[in-house]
């Protein structure tokens, strides 16, 4: 099992920034795909970004991000820390939600990456909430 803890979640006003983290402990073999997906109020979890954990390091060759957020939100890790970030710039309202981190054992690609019933690792979730 892999254990999955965000971090970084809060208040911002549109236009600004936040950077969640997504510190990972456990079976790091079972690692090979991270993702980032968002819970908006009254909607259905959805996609925001994904990465290929090559083993045990970071990769980084590999990026997958939704149509809504390419441009504005970057993904990353550090190996050392076993932690995967989610860097957000140009908050807009609509980014509220609350956003999760997840990963899984397989090396996930042909679309599979944004498919919430594809990762087996979840995190409790973290809120961003960005005011007009």
């Known amino acids: 099992q892999v254990q999955l803890y965000e971090s970084g979640g809060g208040l911002v006003q549109a236009g600004g920034s936040l950077r969640l983290s997504c510190a990972a402990s456990?079976?790091?073999?079972?690692?090979?795909?991270m993702g980032w997906f968002r819970q908006p109020p009254g909607k259905e979890r959805e996609f925001v970004a994904a990465?290929?954990?090559?083993?045990?390091?970071?990769?980084?060759?590999?990026?997958y991000y939704a149509d809504s957020v390419k441009g504005r939100f970057t993904i990353s890790g550090d190996n050392a820390k076993n932690t995967v970030y989610l860097q957000m710039n140009s908050l807009k309202p609509e980014d509220t939600a609350v956003y999760y981190c997840a990963a899984s054992g397989l090396i996930l690609s042909g679309g599979l990456y944004s498919y919430t019933g594809s990762y087996d690792n979840w995190g409790q979730g973290t809120q961003v909430t960005v005011s007009s």
């Open positions: 456990g079976r790091t073999f079972s690692r090979s795909t």
């Open positions: 990465v290929k954990w090559s083993g045990s390091r970071w990769s980084g060759s590999t990026i």
